[in-house]
């Protein structure tokens, strides 16, 4: 399945969606937090095709999570911080989802099914 972000939205904005489905879905796309994870295309690209690039393997860390990719691609930011931002937006995303869909289980409550 496609991201959010690679369709074709333009198609998807002719199509007779409602303008609450429209905000919801600028809404998620918009986030300053997601953008920080999406923009790193390059670390995507080395955690998907395992071909280091863009990255001088001298400084590569064995002592860090990811051999410290993290923290070059992310200005700093630690694994664990960026890690905390990922579970920040999955719950935020998922709770836009329940809320658009109008749905009663909360995530938290998946579990218990």
Known sequence: MPELSTFNWYEIWELDITNRSREQIQHILK???LKL??????LRNILVHYKIEGV???????????YGLIEHFFQGMTYHQVDQILDTQ?????TLFDEWLNWSVRPSQLRNW
Request: charged content about 40%; cysteine-free; hydrophobic content about 30%.
């Open 31 to 33: 986030d300053k937090e």
């Open 37 to 42: 994870i999406k923009d790193q295309t390059k």
């Open 56 to 66: 001088l393997i001298e400084t590569l860390n064995q002592k860090l999570d990811f």
């Open 90 to 94: 999955i719950q935020r995303i998922s």
